[in-house]
Structures are given as C-alpha cells and as structure tokens.
C-alpha cells in the first residue's frame, strides 16, 4: 500500500495481514511512518498519544534521544534530527508543519476572527444527533462560511496543492462539476453534515482542533489498539522508498491486496507509459484473488480505458472486474469525501 502519513497503514494492520509492505516516492512519508514504528515499539501509550495525537510533548527531545531514535534508519534519522521543534509547544505542534499544516493554521486563525463561526464549527463536532448536526450546519455554517473570499481561495491552485491535490485532480473536478472545485468542496461539506456525524469524523476535527481528541482519532491511537500493534502488529509493517514499480519489480512474494490511493491521477497525465508499467508491475506480483482499491479525483478515470499495458496492449478495464455496487456504498460512508471516485478491483483470472 501507499504509505502517505502511515496512519492508514496502522490501521490496516490491525486487521491482521501477514505482512504489510508501506511504499512511497517520498522519504518524507517514509521517514514518519518510521517514527511512528519506533513509537510503537518504545513508548507507553501516554506519551505515544501526546506525541502523535496531541502533537506536542513537553519532553520531545528526551524522548527522540533516548527511544525513538536509536531504532530509527540512518534516512529517518538524517529528517528527524533537526525537526524536533514541530512537536514542541513552541513550534504550535506537529499538526501546523508541513504544507497540510499550514493550511489548518491559516484556517484557524482564520476562525479566530471569526468567533461565532468558530463556535458554531465547534458545535458541530459535539453535535449528540444528526438532525442537530444537520440544523446547525444548515443555519449557522453554511451562510458564515461559504463567502466570496473562501469560494476565491478553494478555486486556487496555490491552495490545492498546499492541501495535496495537483492540478491533474484539480482539472478533473472542474470538468465534472458546475459550480467548479468551491461548489464541489462545498457540495461535499453539506453531504457530510446531513448524512455522517462530525463527532468522530478525525480527519476535519485534527484540522479544526489542531490535535486529536481520545474519542476521535484514528484506530492505531487508541489504548487497546495500540497494545495489539505493540503486541507484534507492528513488526509486520516494512517500509520502503521507492516507486511502486521499483518496489514490485524486486519483489517475488505474491500480493493478494493493493491499496493505491489516488496517486494514478497525476501519473496518468504526466507519466502516462510509467503508469502502464507499474500496472504490468502489479498483475505480474497478483495473486489470482487479488483486490485492489483505488480512488480518483473523477468519477470514472479515463486512464482505465486509455492506459495500455506493455506487450499485450490491453485496456485496464479489459483486466480487473469492477465491484460498483460495494464501492458505491461505501463512498456514502466516506468521512472525507473529497474524491468522486472510488474503485474496488479485482484481478481477472
């Protein structure tokens, strides 16, 4: 799977795989899916939470000496050396670095001009039931938020790509929405607000609250989670840096399950014949019963029938059978909502 933070990939873990190989282009990703590993290993769940949930320690520096960096790679450790101040009081906290974080901040000094808006927002995570949560959003929210300024800034690209969305993903949205990516977001925004609960939803509350709560944070954070992942999940995670052609063409273990993210969206406008190959890369490592998922800025990806694979020229969709009708459903149970597409594969025999 695509490492990306590593959150995802803790959480898998905890279902149990045999292994789990976590593959991402940038050490960066790599480099905290490390850390988090070593936390794991070393640290109570007190001051793994503080770390990672709170994203600030007051003892940081300690803790990075004597724990966590002595099982670090000699990469991991090359980044982390001179990066302790992101989890420190003064730095603001982990979750306010990076271009993701510097976006929450700007976001929340935004909200500290905006006080009723900020009360309001707030409310929404404390909301006990969703017609609450839906009359709040509908009568509070939505007329404060969604002004000229905001609609400016989410049409902007410099915004996007602080936020990781490339101009690729950016370009799909437009082309399939009216009312551009501000009417997408926002369409996204009020489907959440009416149909799943903001209470537990972590991926906007850490943006909001600038930490994780107990009660809303991913799986891996959690007490009992976290004593299972130290009990031995963990060890069955193995980092890489690498594409994820170069990782599968060096690999010889069959994979029964992908998860790919939606990083085929920029490859497939930018690198085309890279995408091709890491497709012939991914069906010679299947096994016959392999899945893979997969998410997309577009509802249907057009590389599915313009991408063709080296050697036998065949379409993506002429080689996977698609799952809709699960994968439907569970994009109505998607807490972030921001992709128009998700995809459930499965290798043809």
């Known amino acids: 799977m695509i490492t990306s933070a590593g959150c995802n990939v803790l959480d898998y873990a905890l279902a149990g795989p045999a292994s789990i190989d976590a593959v991402d282009a940038n050490p960066r990703q790599t480099a905290l899916l490390e850390l988090k590993l070593?936390?794991?290993?070393?640290?109570?769940?007190?001051?793994?939470?503080?770390?990672?949930?709170?994203?600030?320690h007051p003892h940081f520096d300690e803790i990075y000496q004597d724990c966590l960096r002595p099982v670090l790679s000699a990469a991991a450790r090359q980044f982390w050396d001179s990066r302790g101040a992101w989890f420190s009081e003064r730095g603001g906290g982990f979750y306010?670095?990076?271009?993701?974080?510097?976006?929450?901040r700007v976001f929340r000094a935004y909200l500290r001009l905006r006080p009723r808006l900020a009360g309001h927002i707030e409310a929404l995570f404390n909301a006990t039931t969703l017609a609450e949560q839906r009359e709040r959003y509908d009568a509070h929210v939505a007329p404060l938020l969604w002004t000229r300024s905001l609609n400016w800034a989410l049409s902007r690209q410099l915004t996007l790509s602080m936020l990781g969305v490339p101009h690729?993903?950016?370009?799909?949205?437009?082309?399939?929405?009216?009312?551009?990516v501000a009417g997408f977001v926002r369409e996204s925004l009020t489907f959440?607000?009416?149909?799943?609960?903001?209470?537990?939803?972590?991926?906007?509350?850490?943006?909001?609250?600038?930490?994780?709560?107990?009660?809303?944070?991913p799986e891996y954070l959690k007490p009992a989670q976290f004593a299972r992942l130290k009990a031995g999940l963990a060890a069955r995670i193995v980092?890489?840096?690498?594409?994820?052609?170069?990782?599968?063409q060096h690999?010889?273990?069959p994979i029964s399950r992908f998860v790919l993210l939606d990083h085929m969206d920029w490859m497939s406008s930018y690198y085309p014949q890279?995408?091709?190959?890491?497709?012939?890369?991914?069906?010679?490592?299947?096994?016959?019963?392999?899945?893979?998922?997969?998410?997309?800025?577009?509802?249907?990806?057009?590389y599915l029938d313009h991408v063709r694979l080296p050697h036998s020229g065949l379409a993506l969709r002429d080689l996977l059978r698609f799952d809709t009708a699960r994968a439907a459903a569970l994009t109505d149970q998607d807490r972030v909502h921001t992709y128009a597409g998700f995809h459930i594969a499965h290798v043809l025999g």
């Open 274 to 302: 890279a995408l091709a190959e890491e497709w012939a890369a991914i069906f010679a490592r299947a096994t016959p019963d392999a899945r893979i998922i997969f998410r997309s800025a577009h509802a249907e990806p057009n």
């Open 168 to 180: 690729p993903q950016r370009r799909q949205v437009v082309a399939q929405h009216h009312a551009g």
């Open 38 to 56: 070593a936390g794991i290993k070393t640290l109570a769940h007190a001051d793994f939470f503080q770390i990672f949930g709170v994203g600030r």
């Open 239 to 248: 980092p890489h840096t690498s594409t994820v052609t170069e990782f599968l």
């Open 192 to 217: 959440l607000a009416h149909h799943l609960p903001f209470r537990d939803n972590y991926f906007y509350a850490v943006y909001v609250r600038g930490q994780y709560q107990p009660d809303c944070c």
């Open 96 to 104: 306010f670095h990076g271009l993701s974080g510097t976006v929450a």
């Open 251 to 253: 690999q010889r273990t």
